[in-house]
């Protein structure tokens, strides 16, 4: 295999990782915002909110957009790269 579509698939792998981790954060923050936020008052029979459920919901959303977007700049970077090492 040549070098340089050696390259580009190791680009695109991580392309494809950083798209996985954010589905994967998004899927997970509504999970969590069904099953922490509310949490069920068996006292009165009602679904109350919880704060630090709330704050954790947030925590995984904000880290894995954080975390997609900072594997997107390094895949953006490498191509670039990539495309001045061919010229």
């Not at 390259?7 to 990782?17: A, D, F, R, S, Y």
């Not at 996985?20 to 099953?35: D, P």
Request: glycine residues 4%; proline residues 1%; aromatic residues 10%.
């Amino acid at each position: 295999m040549e070098k340089s579509t050696k390259k580009l698939m190791q680009i695109n792998t991580l392309e494809l990782v950083s798209n996985i981790i954010l589905v994967v954060g998004i899927l997970g923050s509504i999970i969590l915002a069904f099953n922490v936020m509310f949490i069920e008052n068996t006292i009165f029979e009602r679904y109350e909110f919880n704060p630090s459920g709330f704050g954790i919901t947030v925590a995984v959303l904000f880290s894995s957009i954080c975390t997609w977007a900072f594997l997107r700049v390094v895949c953006n970077m490498a191509k670039d790269l990539h495309e001045i090492n061919i010229k």
